[in-house]
Nanobody, 126 residues
Framework: QVQLVESGGGLVQAGASLRLSCAASGRSFSVSAMGWLRQAPGKERELVAGISRSGGSTYLADSVKGRFTISRNNAKNTVYLQMNSLKPEDTAVYYC???????????????????WGQGTQVTVSS
């Protein structure tokens, strides 16, 4: 059974940093591009960052460019989201998602996922 477990969320002040982790189990995820999405109260879920199967290509939403970094360790089946200079508008539940088998980063950006995690709450106070 495929499982995605996110961790690293919490309550921080504006300007602080957090590192989210998503540990995957059940199969190797090196064959899939992966992504981090978030959903704030009353808003639609949005893609924050994506990363290709090898980790060589990444995507960042304009709202987080220069502040967030996505990376992965395929040996550990884990993807990370380093979030710096956090703002109150970053407050949301953050979800890890696994793209289609052998799918490209582009398919993740397009919203094609096979699996979702349960999410981890990030709250940034002003």
């Amino acid at each position: 059974q495929v499982q995605l477990v996110e961790s690293g969320g919490g309550l921080v002040q504006a300007g602080a940093s957090l590192r989210l982790s998503c540990a995957a189990s059940g199969r190797s995820f090196s064959v899939s591009a992966m992504g981090w999405l978030r959903q704030a109260p009353g808003k639609e879920r949005e893609l924050v960052a994506g990363i290709s199967r090898s980790g060589g290509s990444t995507y960042l939403a304009d709202s987080v460019k220069g502040r967030f970094t996505i990376s992965r360790n395929n040996a550990k089946n884990t993807v990370y989201l380093q979030m710096n200079s956090l703002k109150p508008e970053d407050t949301a539940v953050y979800y890890c998602a696994v793209g289609r088998v052998l799918g490209t980063l582009g398919t993740v950006v397009s919203g094609e996922y096979d699996y979702w995690g349960q999410g981890t709450q990030v709250t940034v106070s002003s």
